[in-house]
């Protein structure tokens, strides 16, 4: 199957994301995860209850993201505010200001990436250094700023892939990137449900696909290495993963949802 044209190459084609979505098994799995989510839409428990289904799985994905940074802290910690660990204090940050940033975020993503790692990495790096691109490293800085040029060029272009394929590829560049070298990993799961929040999948932030990347923690890892191969193969691997961690997120919400109505 060979490699992935680079970003960059992709440029030049018509809906760049929806030739993307062509790889196999692609469209398949996102098809599963769009029909765990509506199902999970239908929940009649949300037509009174939405907000607070919402708020729980923001935080629950706060504290997911975090974990997958090494920060670990059990939900009461995290919901009672008693978890005092910078990291997880910035994945709250992030989750209580994603409404404000949706509307920003398909018409200035790298304005958004920036304000993201500011609520992020407060208190984990020297405030002179929230925002910014690190200067150093690898991959080079120069490469970092290209490829994210490309990608938010990306972004702003209308394009009929599914939300999934858009928001698995910002999720896979930013981690590979690593633009600000600090809490990289929360930016990259908060631009990730950015995204399928932005493009209509998940427009009451439902569904916490961090929830779902934690739970399968392994295969996170197993396939974002797959993506940074650049190969067809990998990058397929990458996007079904994260469909899977969509409805592993659905679930997390429907199980939710089904105690609020037992009360």
Known sequence: ???VPPLCTLMAVDDALLQVSLLPGVEEACDAARKAVDRLRGHRVLRRKSTEVSTESLLRGARASAALEGAEAHLEEVRSGHAQHPLVQGALRIS???GPLVT???TAPRQVLARLHVLGARDV???EELGRPRSSGTPAPEEVAARLDVLSSLLVKPSKAPAIVAAAIVHGEILALKPFGTADGLVARAAERLTLVDRGLD?????????GHYELADQYRKAFEAYQTGTAEGVAEWIRHC?????AGAR????????????
Do not use: F
């Open 96 to 98: 209580s200001e994603m």
């Open 252 to 263: 997390d919400s429907q199980v939710l949802c089904e105690a609020i109505e037992r009360g």
């Open 1 to 3: 199957m060979g490699h």
């Open 104 to 106: 920003t975020w398909r």
């Open 203 to 211: 427009p009451k932030t439902l569904v916490s696909p961090e929830v």
């Open 125 to 127: 790096v020297p405030s």
């Open 243 to 247: 469909a899977d961690a969509v409805i």
